[in-house]
């Protein structure tokens, strides 16, 4: 049976705040994601504006996205391990401030070269946001039924940034200017950044980590395995994307994804030869309830990017739609993201288990729909918009409880680090679909009519349909419900498997220790 933590180190009970405080800072943090979601998903609507202004082909217009994703996936587990050491809040508010000044100089450049520069800088920018926007919002609601609501709004913000930026940047594009989609991101950034420094709690952040003399807190840090999985990311992403451009055959492509592979396996022998407190991923986080399983989901759910990706092309580029009238129809999506949201208290009533799986049915059920029935205009109401209601509520349902999910199981200790290696493999996942999906398409479409069929999108979305198929056997098999039942881990060393109680009723020890039961 453990001990109790000394008070200073007890990382789960921070000072009580008051509601409207709390609700405050909510917002503040929630604004983080909605930030970095619009950042990219504003700019599709961009990009043919941008390819015509700066004289760009259509590979470099990829990488205004591809920059992007590649910065903020490679320095996540930076910016996560940053938090768990150094207080969060500094983290946020640099990354908060540093996303505004950048997308305010990038919203001022006209040449290609420079706006890709300023699209990786803002991808390290985003990254410092959302580790440690996940860690405060798991030390300032540390109730669990507290801390679902909060998560799930969370997760629901990035959904309602995919779509509105869709929208917002069609607005900006078609009455204004690109230059706004910029610009919009720096208003929201720097009075974010502003109001953090004087609403957020310094001593929120406080934890057993960050409460060590300055001088032992780097050796902490695994600069060696940080930097090494940091490049092995940069290097296998940069791989991916540039294979659906330049072919995959290509020996620069090839030879990038085994160095980056072999980096990968290097790092996780590296992590073995390390103390658990020194590890940049401590080795016992593999071994929390459910958290293995959990990440394959999350790196297996493309399902939004994929749907937003292949119809934003169809509708422009084969019916001929304006950029406008794509993004009015992709307003489904937000509006069912949106009022999904609000379902993270069936947490408590149900297993997340089953409501994960539940929204892995539903995303079935739409992307049939999708396979049969996208290619035709007059497809948009029988088909494209019950495809987009019913797909939105599963992919939030899997979101939010999936988070809900891995979260419970890890110490808030270490809620910074989970954020960034869960947020690494949606982003991971998303690129390496998209890719997989791209060549299925481009194959199809080479014996089957071309482009302005819909043959090789037809067979994209059945390859999606056996991805979410495998996710659901992953969760159905692999899932441990009896994890639900047990407390938080209030430490480290002490994996959810380790701890042994009765279901039914703690000892008097555990309930002075251990968190309220979810």
């Known amino acids: 049976m453990s001990s109790p933590l000394p008070p200073s180190l007890d990382d789960d009970k921070p000072k009580k705040l008051p509601l409207s405080r709390k609700l405050v800072l909510l917002v503040i943090l929630c604004l983080s994601q909605f930030m970095d979601t619009f950042s990219t998903s504003a700019l599709l609507s961009a990009i043919p504006k941008l ?11 990829t990488w205004v996205i591809s920059a992007f994703r590649l910065t903020f996936s490679s320095f996540l587990l930076i910016s996560g391990r940053l938090s768990d050491v150094y207080n969060p809040k500094t983290v946020f508010i640099g990354g908060a401030s540093s996303l505004g000044i950048l997308s305010l100089c990038a919203g001022f450049v006209d040449n290609t070269i420079p706006i890709l520069v300023f699209r990786a800088m803002t ?3 985003s990254a410092m946001t959302i580790p440690s926007a996940i860690k405060l919002l798991v030390k300032i609601f540390p109730d669990p039924l507290e801390q679902a609501r909060a998560m799930g709004f969370f997760s629901s913000c990035g959904a309602i940034a995919n779509i509105s930026g869709v929208v917002v940047g069609a607005m900006f594009v078609q009455w204004v200017s690109y230059h706004w989609v910029f610009w919009f991101v720096t208003c929201v950034a720097l009075p974010v950044a502003l109001v953090g420094v004087f609403i957020i709690p310094s001593q929120i952040g406080e934890t057993a980590d960050s409460l060590e003399p300055k001088k032992a807190k780097w050796k ?4 060696v395995g940080i930097v090494i999985l940091t490049v ?40 073995t030869l390390l103390p658990a407190n020194e590890a940049a991923i401590p080795p016992q986080t593999w071994f929390y309830s459910n958290f ?27 019916f001929g739609w304006s950029v406008m009238s794509s993004a009015v129809h992709m307003i489904p999506i937000g509006i069912i993201a949106f009022a999904t949201s609000f ?76 954020g ?18 791209s060549a299925i398409e481009t194959s ?25 198929a495998l996710q659901f056997i992953s969760l159905l098999v692999f899932y441990d419900r009896s994890a639900d039942h047990k407390p938080q881990p209030t430490h480290d060393s002490l994996p959810t498997q380790q701890i042994t109680h009765s279901d039914e009723k703690l000892d008097e020890e555990n309930v002075t220790t251990l968190p309220e039961l979810s």
């Open 444 to 468: 199809v479409e080479a014996t089957h009519g071309g482009s302005h069929e819909y043959a090789g999108r037809a067979a994209t979305f059945w390859f999606l349909l056996g991805v979410v």
């Open 420 to 437: 960034a290696i869960y947020s690494s493999a949606l982003q991971l996942g998303s690129g390496i679909g998209l890719a997989a999906m």
């Open 123 to 125: 991808g390290i920018a």
């Open 343 to 418: 379902t993270s208290p069936l947490s408590r009533i149900f297993s997340p288990k089953w409501i994960i799986l539940t929204g892995l049915s539903l995303c079935m059920v739409a992307t049939v729909l999708l396979a049969l029935g996208g290619g035709k205009p007059e497809n948009y109401w029988p088909y494209v918009f019950p495809a987009f209601s019913i797909g939105s509520v599963g992919v939030m349902l899997l979101f939010t409880h999936s988070n809900i999910a891995i979260y419970r199981s890890v110490p808030s200790s270490k809620a910074g680090t989970v």
């Open 292 to 318: 293995s399983v959990l990440l394959v989901v999350g790196f297996l759910c493309f399902w939004w990017n994929a749907v937003m990706f292949t119809f934003s092309i169809l509708w422009q580029n084969v």
């Open 51 to 61: 390819q015509t202004s700066m004289g760009m082909n259509e590979a470099q217009s």
């Open 232 to 271: 092995a990311f940069i290097l296998f992403i940069f791989a991916i994307t540039s294979g659906s451009t330049v072919g995959w055959k290509s020996p620069m492509v090839l030879v990038l994804l085994i160095v980056s592979i072999l980096m990968m396996v290097g790092f996780f022998y590296w992590e």
């Open 220 to 223: 902490t840090l695994d600069l």
